[in-house]
Nanobody, 127 residues
Framework: QVQLVESGGGLVQAGGSLRLSCAAS????????MAWFRQAPGKDREFVAA????????YYADFVKGRFTISRDNFKNTAYLQMNSLKLEDTAVYYC????????????????????WGQGTQVTVSS
């Protein structure tokens, strides 16, 4: 049974930092691309960032470029989202997602492309 478990969310002041983690279990990590999405109250879920299995290729939403960094540790079967310079509008539930992306295939920013999802972790940015 595939499980993605997020952690690291919390309350932070604007301008601060948080690091989210997503631990994967029950699935072979090979070729597994990892991604982060988020959903703010009253808004649709939106793509944040994705990283290929090798870690060599990443993909970011425009609104997080230069502030967020996605990475992974395949020995720990864990992906990370380092969030710096947080803004009030970054407040949301952040979800980890995963899907197999083979060499030559592109990373996706579409939620339905991802087969596996975590339960989410709340990030609240205060003024």
């Amino acid at each position: 049974q595939v499980q993605l478990v997020e952690s690291g969310g919390g309350l932070v002041q604007a301008g601060g930092s948080l690091r989210l983690s997503c631990a994967a279990s029950g699935v072979t990590f090979s070729w597994l691309a990892m991604a982060w999405f988020r959903q703010a109250p009253g808004k649709d879920r939106e793509f944040v960032a994705a990283v290929r299995w090798s870690g060599a290729s990443t993909y970011y939403a425009d609104f997080v470029k230069g502030r967020f960094t996605i990475s992974r540790d395949n020995f720990k079967n864990t992906a990370y989202l380092q969030m710096n310079s947080l803004k009030l509008e970054d407040t949301a539930v952040y979800y980890c997602a995963a899907d197999r992306v083979l060499p030559g295939q592109r990373l996706s920013d579409s939620g339905p492309s991802y087969d596996y999802w975590g339960q989410g972790t709340q990030v609240t940015v205060s003024s």
